[in-house]
C-alpha cells in the first residue's frame, strides 16, 4: 500500500470510529439554508450530532458552512456529490467526509490525492474491489434494499472481510437494527428521520421525536459502544 492510500485509510479509520460509535446517519435534503441551523439543533437535542447533506440543492454548501459555523460537534457529511466541483464546494464549507451514491473513479482518486475523507457508494464485489486497490475499505451500500439488502452484505462477508459497510436506501425503523447487527456495518444512512418534507415545513420537533424513537431503538436492541 502506497503512502497515499495509508493517508485515506487512516482518514477512513477515523470517521469509522465517530460513525461507528453513533450508528446513524440522518441523510437530509436541505432546500433553503436558512432549515440548517434548526436541523442541527434539533439532531444534536436529540442526541445524534452528525448529519449527511445532500448536494441534491443548490443550498447545500451554504447549508453546511452554516452548521459548521452553528455547531463545531456536529460531524458533517456530503452526500450525493457528483463532481469534483461538489468535492470543492462541500470540503470549503466545511464537510468531514464525502459520501458518492455510486464508485467515480475521478472523484474517488481526487480524495485520495488531496487526503479528503471518501466514502464511495456501492453495490457489487468489482466496485469493492476498486476500493480496497486503493486502500479504501468503508463503503456506502447503496440503495440498500434494492441491491439485496442483509442478504447481499452477508455474501459480501466471506470474501471481503476486512470491508466495512454503511447501508443507505430503504433503511427504516423496521430494519434498521437487523442491519447493525451485521458485522460488516458500522453504521447506518436514513432519511426517514429527516424527511423533506418536515425539514421543508420546519417540523422540528417530530425530527427530534424520529430521532430519538431511532436511537431508543438500537440501544434496546443493540445496547451502548464505547
Known amino acids: 500500500m502506497n503512502t497515499k492510500n495509508l493517508t485515506a485509510s487512516r482518514l477512513l479509520m477515523d470517521v469509522i470510529k465517530e460513525l461507528g460509535k453513533l450508528r446513524l446517519v440522518p441523510v437530509a435534503v436541505i432546500e433553503e439554508s436558512k432549515m440548517a441551523i434548526p436541523l442541527g439543533n434539533a439532531l444534536i437535542e436529540a442526541g445524534l450530532p452528525v448529519v ?6 443548490v443550498e447545500a454548501a451554504e447549508s453546511i458552512s452554516l452548521l459548521k459555523k452553528e455547531f463545531p460537534e456536529l460531524i458533517i457529511g456530503a452526500g450525493t456529490v457528483l463532481s469534483i466541483e461538489q468535492v470543492k464546494a462541500a470540503v470549503d464549507a466545511g464537510s468531514k467526509f464525502i459520501v458518492t451514491p455510486g464508485f467515480n473513479p475521478t472523484i474517488v482518486d481526487f480524495c485520495i490525492e488531496k487526503n479528503i475523507t471518501i466514502v464511495p457508494g456501492i453495490n457489487n464485489p468489482s466496485f469493492i474491489e476498486w476500493g480496497l486497490e486503493r486502500g479504501l475499505y468503508f463503503f456506502k451500500f447503496f440503495p440498500a434494499e434494492l441491491s439485496g439488502g442483509i442478504k447481499m452484505l452477508n455474501a459480501f462477508s466471506g470474501p471481503y472481510p476486512t470491508a466495512r459497510f454503511m447501508p443507505t436506501g430503504g433503511i427504516n425503523d423496521r430494519n434498521l437494527t437487523d442491519y447493525l447487527k451485521l458485522k ?6 436514513g432519511s426517514w428521520i429527516v424527511k423533506k418534507d418536515l425539514i421543508s415545513s420546519g417540523n422540528f420537533e417530530e425530527i427530534k421525536t424520529l430521532t430519538k424513537s431511532a436511537l431508543s431503538l438500537i440501544k434496546s436492541e443493540l445496547g451502548n459502544i464505547e
Open 52 to 57: 449527511e447533506v445532500t448536494f441534491r440543492t
Open 184 to 189: 460488516n456495518v458500522i453504521a447506518c444512512g
